[in-house]
């Protein structure tokens, strides 16, 4: 722990060496310089004490030590609650790496098979693609100061040391070979179209596929619909990421509000670096006739009904109603991200066939103080069907009389739906993995919708209590 740590602690009280202390909540150490709070990081996304599937999070003076509420203090005893736990500790991992960063400028038509064999070398994607490739690597400009606050990282107020939109360290890409895969290509490549996959008859994908920068552990699958770790914020930015990629941004409304009433990305960043930026994805759908499309957006730390945000989300412009009802229920524990699915409906397909697709997701009226991030986003069009799903099953009652309801409809995504039993219990089959967000309806009742996270080839409950109609 104290590799990770170090410099951070050594300035203050020095960084505690032996086994680590597992704080009691609540617990302050007025003399400790960080600390370790082992927690289970549950399927809910709550961090829970203790358990054999336990990890390990970091954090510094004044900041959370987890999600579990435990707090180090430091002379001043501060207190403040924050949604966003893991702290902003200074990155000493990073490492150059010499693999060529991928651009917008330039456009590589080579292809190889489906499986990946022939590829040549680490930017060429499979399976007869189109990939917006350049072969330059982002420019090193130095240690940049922070735009506000001092001390080191967010978790001291945000910029000096740490890095992200308030300044820090340049980017540098982790040392390690990229994945390729058939369905999504090179995961370093940051504009990616495949055609033909197992999954779809084209796939697009805007942004890199690197856990915004932090990189995935070697065992994470971003497609499995597990939640990543915790991780550092703000961030080194890769200037040639994608516009609204891979980068802390704070709804538009937000106003100046008490540190208690935002979250970490919001207090850790300032403008105008962390404006609401959208997402385009660009393609040539080469004279195919549209049947229907899904986007999947890998989202991190959007927090809608902690902080009072009412996201509104337009595509080329146009009011998309159809993925606000599923992201306004977000409440993401903390900085993590999780891949979110959504079956564009019919009326939107106009837009689709268009070629080009500019996604914004923003709040532009309560002022909520509430940051998010998005990795990528990849949009399957005429898709078979998403190689990674599970199932999500329970059961739909009354709220007042605990009675089941028969005849409700639940659906999840837009597309994968059941009809309840006279046991009021449903069953969604082939749900997408991710964060699964499934909305019930039934004449006489207030529509109702609820997350779950959802592990592919694995069954999530999901039960609901429906109101009458007012």
């Excluded at 150059?96 to 930017?123: F, I, K, L, M, R």
């Excluded at 109603?321 to 959504?342: A, H, K, T, Y």
């Amino acid at each position: 722990m104290c590799a990770a740590l170090c410099l951070a602690a050594v300035l203050l009280v020095g960084c505690q060496t032996g086994s680590p202390h597992l704080a009691e909540n609540g617990e302050a150490f007025e003399s400790l310089g960080s600390c370790t709070n082992t927690c289970e990081f549950a399927n809910d996304g709550i961090c829970d004490d203790g358990g054999p599937n336990s990890f390990s999070r970091s954090c510094n003076i004044g900041t959370d030590c987890g999600d579990c509420g435990i707090r180090v203090t430091h002379d001043s005893g501060v207190d403040d609650d924050d949604g966003d736990s893991a702290s902003s500790a200074i990155d000493s991992d990073a490492a150059e790496d010499d693999e060529p960063v991928d651009s917008p400028d330039g456009v590589d038509d080579s292809t190889s098979d489906a499986n990946g064999d022939d590829a040549t070398d680490n930017d060429s994607v499979d399976s007869d693609e189109d990939v917006i490739d350049d072969e330059t690597e982002p420019t090193d400009t130095g240690e940049t100061e922070g735009d506000s606050g001092g001390g080191l990282g967010g978790g001291f107020g945000g910029g000096g040391i740490g890095g992200g939109p308030t300044g820090g360290d340049p980017f540098d890409e982790p040392a390690k070979e990229p994945v390729v895969t058939p369905e999504n290509g090179n995961y370093s490549a940051k504009y990616v179209v495949l055609q033909d996959t197992s999954e779809a008859e084209l796939m697009v994908r805007v942004g890199d596929i690197d856990n915004l920068n932090n990189g995935f552990e070697d065992y994470f699958d971003p497609f499995s619909g597990n939640i990543t770790p915790p991780h550092d914020f703000p961030w080194a930015l890769d200037p040639q990421d994608p516009d609204g990629t891979d980068r802390i941004m704070v709804v538009t409304s937000y106003g100046d509000r008490a540190a208690e009433e935002t979250d970490g990305y919001t207090r850790d960043t300032s403008r105008p670096e962390n404006a609401v930026r959208p997402i385009t994805l660009e393609y040539g759908l080469e004279g195919r006739a549209l049947a229907g499309a899904i986007i999947q957006i890998f989202i991190d730390d959007l927090q809608a009904p902690r902080w009072g945000a009412d996201y509104k989300i337009t595509i080329n412009g146009l009011r998309a109603r159809f993925m606000e009802s599923r992201l306004n229920v977000l409440d993401q524990d903390g900085p993590v991200g999780q891949l979110i699915s959504i079956d564009v409906p019919d009326e939107f397909m106009p837009e689709v066939s268009s070629g080009r697709l500019e996604l914004k997701i923003d709040d532009l009226t309560t002022g909520a103080g509430d940051g998010y991030a998005v990795d990528f986003v990849k949009l399957l069009i005429n898709p078979y069907s998403v190689l990674q799903t599970g199932e999500v099953v329970g059961q739909v009652i009354d709220a007042a009389t605990g009675d089941p309801i028969e005849g409700a409809t639940v659906v999840s995504g837009g597309s994968t739906s059941d009809v309840t039993d006279a046991n009021g219990e449903y069953v969604l089959d082939n749900v997408p993995a991710g964060l699964a967000i499934v909305e019930v309806t039934r004449e006489g009742y207030e529509p109702l919708t609820q997350s779950v996270t959802l592990i592919e080839e694995d069954a999530a409950q999901l039960d609901f209590e429906l109101s009458v109609s007012q």
